[in-house]
């Protein structure tokens, strides 16, 4: 696209991470004309800093296993996990279709296999599926390849910068001086974690602290959102994770404790159950 012109497709797609790849395979699938804005550069985000885990259940890689799972109770895990929220119903759909999207990922040529070692914070029993690396960045490749395969139109550095509303219905979305009409569209856009106005205003008690995710994740959805007088829910939930290497920012996998090992202060001492999870970790007051 280029400056100022217009263009039309059925399904919108905003945001190129795990999330954006894979509705956009989705909708090729179903037979529209689809495509995808990301404002970054190149493909990243919160997926590429992931260990690329999908959780899911039942499914033929735990079929294989001998794992029995079934829908009822991952759905139970994360109700006992999380509590109840706004988008309760969220759950069971979560749920629902949980073991039909790993089918669908490896049919469209994502690598995946069931995590058999260790069974992941909250969950009962097996169901982490991951690339064999356990490398987001590697997920998010083979979600990439299979979108080119597809001849899907995928925009890098082109951020969206508003949504175009018509009569009450959001009928498309504006990039720059571009004007993208669109039957449906989909925000795939992630958090505000890196949004401290954002943070001030719903997260107030973590504004302050370091983040170390996506520098993209900036809740441009939920900005057009509020300027259109879209309702929102959960806005004071966040994420937080134990594992921050203070020398260099990064993330540290949690599944170096789930593994065996442990957490120690300055002076070798332990001063908490790491059985918490790393989110739950991170909440506790020293």
């Known amino acids: 696209m280029s400056d100022g012109h217009s263009a039309s497709v059925d399904v919108l797609v905003i945001g190129a991470g795990g999330c954006g790849l894979t509705a956009a395979l989705a909708a090729h699938k179903a037979g529209v004309d689809v495509a995808i804005l990301e404002k970054a550069g190149s493909l990243g985000g919160n997926t590429a800093l992931s260990s690329g885990s999908i959780p899911a259940a039942p499914t033929r890689f735990q079929a294989c296993a001998g794992v029995e799972d079934s829908v009822a109770l991952f759905a139970g895990d994360l109700r006992a996990a999380a509590g109840s929220h706004d988008a309760d119903p969220l759950v069971d759909i979560l749920a629902e279709t949980s073991g039909a999207l790993i089918d669908f990922l490896v049919d469209c040529g994502v690598t995946l296999d069931l995590i058999t070692t260790y069974k992941h914070v909250g969950h009962t029993t097996c169901r982490l599926h991951a690339p064999p690396s356990r490398k987001g960045v590697d997920l998010l490749d083979d979600l990439a390849a299979a979108v080119r395969e597809r001849d899907i139109p995928l925009a890098l550095g082109h951020p ?82 134990a594992a921050l290497s203070v020398k260099t920012g990064a993330l540290m996998t949690w599944t170096l404790i789930e593994r065996g090992g442990f957490v120690v202060d300055r002076h070798g001492r332990r001063f908490g159950d790491e059985t918490l999870g790393y989110s739950g970790f991170a909440d506790l007051e020293l």
Request: charged share 15%; proline share 2%; hydrophobic share 45%.
């Open 160 to 241: 969206a910068t508003g949504l175009i509303e018509v009569q009450g219905r959001i009928a498309g979305a504006l990039a720059g001086d571009d004007r993208i009409e669109a039957g449906a569209v989909i925000l795939a856009c992630n958090g505000f974690g890196a949004a401290s106005g954002l943070l001030t205003d719903y997260c107030p008690s973590v504004a302050e602290a370091t983040y170390a995710g996506s520098p993209d994740s900036t809740g441009d959805a939920i900005a057009w959102g509020r300027d259109i007088g879209a309702a929102t829910g959960n806005m004071a939930a966040y994420q937080s994770h």
